[in-house]
């Protein structure tokens, strides 16, 4: 069994920034990718930012240069670090990670910018 429990997000003018933290617990064996998708409403969920077992850092081009993603393999942690932030980027942001060819999701955390 796998959980990620995540924390952060939360309201913020245009401009402003915000940290999304995910912490991944239970048989975490053979543990692949992680990062963090998002889903506004009415659009399908899209990825963020994937840190991926390899170690390399993936980012969808409308974020890059304003998000930051950070990965502590030894602590089974991700965090998000949003600055620039803009109305566009409001929407539930999820916690992600490929584990033995499995994909687990947390529960979801809004972000809200505000113009």
């Known amino acids: 069994q796998v959980q990620l429990v995540e924390s952060g997000g939360g309201s913020v003018q245009a401009g402003g920034s915000l940290r999304l933290s995910c912490v991944a617990a239970?048989?975490?064996?053979?543990?692949?990718?992680m990062g963090w998708y998002r889903q506004a409403p009415g659009k399908e969920r899209e990825r963020v930012a994937v840190a991926t077992n390899g170690g390399d850092l993936e980012y969808a081009e409308s974020v890059k240069g304003r998000f930051t993603l950070s990965r502590d393999i030894a602590k089974n942690t991700v965090e998000l670090q949003m600055n620039s932030l803009k109305p566009d980027d409001t929407a539930v942001y999820y916690c992600?990670?490929?584990?033995?060819?499995?994909?687990?999701w947390g529960q979801g955390t809004q972000v809200t910018v505000s113009s």
């Open positions: 992600y990670a490929a584990i033995r060819g499995s994909e687990y």
């Open positions: 239970g048989s975490l064996f053979n543990f692949g990718d």
